[in-house]
């Protein structure tokens, strides 16, 4: 099997891990466990909680001990063993405390797992902005993989999804073993004091750019937990009015469009990146993320759901043209010998600060909008279409950035 063929299969079951149960869980921790709203909600943020330390701090030991590869094997072994435990949780404290530990061994992985890719493409000699989106594609097909399986199994609202996901990160965690050595590359003598604390890729944020880069990262992160928390319920709230339409049968399959537009913008991110540059490219994510809301605010699963439809699709640009970039963006930016922990700091800023903005704020919001246990989703979605609609004015006036 070529190295590229490897790092599709890598990529692959990276987010076929999380496909299983993100979309899902709420699901089943609502209709089978009996969790209140709020306690659903604090669960989902248990992954902003890992992100704000855990993917920087395991970058800095990729960074300098151990292997990259390695330390993803590691971390998705013990998320195996996270997952099937869960299965056997029903009460919210211990549940909370297991998702909880195995969103600090999960969230790093994505970080990890982009190190990884790059540091193999580049020893082969391949360029990482024409070779990695086509790579990466597969883990977006992975995720996509995964909720049509849980959900053509029925298992939406089962404990089965988690087993699904802890079979592919066992089988990940010991795949990531036999991947080409990514090996730290700082020196372990003559450090200065910053690097010896483990704070290297912070020194990005001495510059303006990188700086204001990071905090529209967090502001976006945001978005996107909006997206994963109320996708779900917010389709299951048309049960009463449209109990047979195709979104309300099948959740996970609509809310999947969004992941099949994201196989297709990835692919024209390198074409996007050249073309236009980081600055703009962010720029149209920002703005779809605009449509993506404001499409939720007037669609609904029978006759408006060409609308919703046409909404997941522009998750794809709202996706891809933030986080994927972005992610190559530090790449470039950053200095070799603090890679994994540049994408550590991105993943603190987007699922990590940002997820705890986006949970907390996206939860006030819809509660503001809730009266008798009945949610003006018009009024939710038109909410959060006006905040992205505010980071798309103030953007392209405070980010400088040369186009490349």
Same mark, same amino acid.
């Given at each position: 099997?070529?190295? =590229?063929?490897?790092?599709?299969?890598?990529?692959?079951?990276?987010?076929?891990?999380?496909?299983?149960?993100?979309?899902?869980?709420?699901?089943?921790?609502?209709?089978?466990?009996?969790?209140?709203?709020?306690?659903?909600?604090?669960?989902?943020? $248990?992954?902003?909680?890992?992100?704000?330390?855990?993917?920087?701090?395991?970058?800095?030991?990729?960074?300098?001990?151990?292997?990259?590869?390695?330390?993803?094997?590691?971390?998705?072994?013990?998320?195996?063993?996270?997952?099937?435990?869960?299965?056997?949780?029903?009460?919210?404290?211990?549940?909370?405390?297991?998702?909880?530990?195995?969103?600090?061994?999960?969230?790093?992985?994505?970080?990890?797992?982009?190190?990884?890719?790059?540091?193999?493409?580049? =020893?082969?000699?391949?360029?990482?902005?024409?070779?990695?989106?086509?790579?990466?594609?597969?883990? $977006?097909?992975?995720?996509?993989?995964? @909720?049509?399986?849980?959900?053509?199994?029925?298992?939406?609202?089962?404990?089965?999804?988690?087993?699904?996901?802890?079979?592919?990160?066992?089988?990940?965690?010991?795949?990531?073993?036999?991947?080409?050595?990514?090996?730290?590359?700082?020196?372990?003598?003559?450090?200065?004091?910053?690097?010896?604390?483990?704070? *290297?890729?912070?020194?990005?944020?001495?510059?303006?750019?990188?700086?204001?880069?990071?905090?529209?990262?967090?502001?976006?992160?945001?978005?996107?937990?909006?997206?994963?928390?109320?996708?779900?319920?917010?389709?299951?709230?048309?049960?009463?009015?449209?109990?047979?339409?195709?979104?309300?049968?099948?959740?996970?399959?609509?809310?999947?469009?969004?992941?099949?537009?994201?196989?297709?913008?990835?692919?024209?991110?390198?074409?996007?990146?050249?073309?236009?540059?980081?600055?703009?490219?962010?720029?149209?994510?920002?703005?779809?993320?605009?449509?993506?809301?404001?499409?939720?605010?007037?669609?609904?699963?029978?006759?408006?759901?060409?609308?919703?439809?046409?909404?997941?699709?522009?998750?794809?640009?709202?996706?891809?043209?933030?986080?994927?970039?972005?992610? @190559?963006?530090?790449?470039?930016?950053? *200095?070799?010998?603090?890679?994994?922990?540049?994408?550590?700091?991105?993943?603190?800023?987007?699922?990590?600060?940002?997820?705890?903005?986006?949970?907390?704020?996206?939860?006030?919001?819809? *509660?503001?909008?809730?009266?008798?246990?009945?949610?003006?989703?018009?009024?939710?979605?038109?909410?959060?279409?006006?905040?992205?609609?505010?980071?798309?004015?103030?953007?392209?006036?405070?980010? =400088?950035?040369? =186009?490349?």
């Amino acid at each position: 099997m070529g190295i =590229k063929s490897r790092l599709v299969l890598m990529n692959f079951l990276q987010f076929f891990i999380w496909g299983s149960w993100l979309i899902s869980l709420g699901n089943y921790m609502g209709a089978t466990l009996g969790f209140s709203g709020i306690q659903i909600g604090g669960v989902y943020t $248990t992954m902003g909680i890992a992100s704000l330390f855990m993917p920087g701090l395991l970058g800095i030991v990729a960074d300098r001990w151990i292997n990259a590869e390695r330390l993803l094997g590691i971390c998705h072994l013990a998320g195996a063993l996270l997952l099937v435990y869960a299965t056997t949780v029903h009460d919210y404290f211990w549940f909370y405390i297991v998702m909880l530990f195995n969103a600090c061994v999960y969230m790093p992985t994505i970080a990890l797992n982009n190190s990884v890719s790059y540091n193999v493409l580049e =020893k082969k000699g391949y360029s990482i902005v024409t070779n990695f989106p086509p790579i990466r594609v597969w883990g $977006t097909v992975g995720f996509i993989a995964a @909720m049509w399986a849980v959900d053509f199994l029925g298992w939406t609202q089962s404990a089965s999804q988690l087993y699904v996901g802890a079979s592919a990160s066992l089988f990940l965690g010991l795949y990531a073993f036999t991947m080409p050595p990514s090996p730290p590359l700082q020196k372990q003598t003559e450090r200065s004091l910053m690097s010896s604390l483990g704070l *290297d890729a912070f020194v990005l944020l001495k510059q303006r750019k990188m700086a204001v880069f990071f905090i529209f990262a967090m502001l976006l992160g945001a978005a996107l937990q909006i997206t994963n928390a109320f996708g779900g319920p917010f389709l299951d709230d048309f049960k009463s009015a449209y109990p047979d339409s195709f979104g309300v049968k099948h959740p996970n399959l609509l809310l999947s469009i969004s992941q099949v537009s994201e196989t297709f913008f990835i692919l024209l991110i390198p074409f996007f990146l050249k073309r236009y540059g980081i600055k703009t490219v962010m720029l149209f994510s920002i703005v779809a993320w605009v449509f993506r809301f404001g499409l939720f605010g007037i669609g609904n699963p029978d006759d408006g759901l060409y609308l919703l439809v046409l909404s997941m699709i522009i998750y794809g640009m709202a996706f891809d043209f933030f986080n994927i970039s972005g992610s @190559m963006f530090v790449e470039k930016e950053a *200095d070799p010998t603090i890679r994994s922990s540049a994408q550590g700091l991105f993943m603190i800023m987007t699922n990590g600060l940002g997820a705890l903005v986006g949970g907390l704020a996206s939860g006030w919001v819809v *509660d503001h909008f809730t009266v008798n246990g009945n949610r003006d989703w018009q009024s939710i979605w038109f909410t959060f279409a006006g905040y992205a609609l505010v980071l798309a004015i103030i953007f392209p006036f405070v980010f =400088k950035a040369e =186009k490349e």
